[in-house]
């Protein structure tokens, strides 16, 4: 690859600047584009005559040539093949295929992306955003603040990347007694004075609310420098699309056998990276979205309307979720790429609670994704069964990708009379995170690794607040030292 080139980066609402669509570094430290919507790049690089080639690489050589083209000039590229090698390596992913593909049976695998250091998927990319924020921040002699909000793994991973980042204060919001003691205790016990944690007094979407408000007060944005590492942040689905694109060739797809796959989500950024890495030529197939009982999502898939329904607890606490951030990067693509069209929708889901699109939009979206829903019993189900056959423990956020992908499955085989097809579930926790819900399905408790052994002993140190704009602000600006 070249890296003589820029690539341009659009919002969902409309172009940032008429003049001017963001390159990447403006994506990378805005996060979000100043009208209130989504980066996306303006167009998707085609791997697909490549594939032969990008089979035979590395872990971190395959990043490179994935990463690259949305990177373009902004980062050297010696620079880039190094940061990649230093991401993608021991100790910080303890196995050597970095994200290997378990089989469990004949036609069935997970991917496991759990074996970063706090043990979920959200390390893959995360591990990666911390260095390029550094990389950039200590070119232009700059100070950043993040903010984030967490279900429960996008924290403990965006603290872990940034706890050593010189240039960085990191202020992470989650809903207070909705997140595992674990997940809780890897976010609060770091001791790095440049992490802070909020304990909201709500659920998630009432955290991510209030980080989106603070990206739409632009006075206060840039005040504090404001950067995010949710999914919102285009670089974090950018390093995602790698472990779709690494798995569908180790199985084969660029032999003509493309791979599907069913996603635990809760906010649409998992799925929509193997989107992204579909429609840039990787080898998959369906794209299964695996929602727990807070099915938004689902249901969406099945009526064409977009409904706040509100929030439940559930075994899989990541995705007890009701606004899917990341689905208006794929509604911008289902419109046509008409901002207006997005804004609009977006406009009467916060005003009304509720959008639609119309049949033909409808019908579309149904072929590019396949729906399905697991409540806690089949949750439950799912572990025992995965256990009982193969052996393997598995979180109940993996359980749910599991009945997913087993639903897809007996679908392809009703339709066609029979399925060959290669399914992958995603292993998106490792179940050490989930103690409880591991003795309730299986009777016995699961081994913890020697990364969080002494977790559940560390001091923590976090702040409860309520849900209210004005008083998390005053936190945020009294813990932010990039203030101008």
Known sequence: MNSAFTPHYISTRGTPDAARPANFKDALLG??????????????????????????LSYPALAYEILQPFIGDAIADDDLRAMLKETYKAPIFHHPDIAPLIQLDENLWLLELFHGPTLSFKDYALQLLGRLFDYVLKQRGARMTIVGATSGDTGSAAIEACRHCDNIDIIILHPHNRTSPIQRAQMTSTGADNVHNIAL???????????KAMFADHDFARQIKLSAVNSINWARIMAQIV???????????????????????????????????????????????????????????????????????????????????????????????????????????????????????????????????????????????????????????????????????????????????????????????????????????????????????????????????QRVCAYVRERSRASS
Not at 201 to 211: A, P
Not at 340 to 362: I, P, Y
Request: aromatic letters at 8%; hydrophobic letters at 35%.
């Open 201 to 211: 007094e709500g659920t998630f979407d009432d955290c991510q609310n209030l980080v």
């Open 243 to 469: 472990y779709y694109v690494s798995s569908s060739l180790s199985l084969g797809g660029h032999k003509g056998r493309p791979v599907s796959y069913s996603v635990p989500t809760g906010n649409f950024g998992n799925v929509y990276a193997g989107y992204c890495a579909r429609k840039s030529g990787a080898p998959l197939d369906q794209l299964g979205i695996s929602t727990n009982r807070n099915d938004i999502l689902t249901r969406f898939f099945e009526s064409g309307t977009m409904r706040k329904d509100g929030v439940q607890k559930s075994l899989s606490p990541s995705m007890d979720i009701e606004i899917s951030s990341n689905f208006e990067r794929y509604l911008f693509d289902l419109c046509g790429r008409d901002p207006d069209a997005v804004a609009a929708r977006m406009t009467d889901f916060r005003e009304k609670g509720a959008f639609s699109v119309s049949q033909n939009l409808f019908e579309k979206a149904k072929q590019d994704f396949h729906a399905l829903r697991c409540d806690d019993a089949q949750t439950l189900e799912a572990m025992r069964h995965c256990y009982q056959k193969t052996g393997h423990i598995i979180d109940p956020h993996s359980a749910v990708a599991l009945h997913g992908a087993l639903e897809m499955q007996a679908r392809e085989e009703a339709s066609r009379g029979g399925s060959d097809m290669p399914m992958v579930a995603l292993a998106c926790a490792h179940p050490a995170k989930f103690p409880d819900a591991v003795q309730k399905a299986l009777g016995r408790a699961p081994e913890i690794p020697e990364r969080l052994q002494d977790v559940m002993e560390r001091e923590e140190t976090f702040d409860i607040l309520l849900d209210d704009y």
């Open 31 to 56: 996060g979000m584009a100043p009208d209130g919507g989504l980066y996306v790049p303006a167009q998707m690089a085609d791997i697909s005559p490549q594939l032969d080639e990008l089979s035979a």
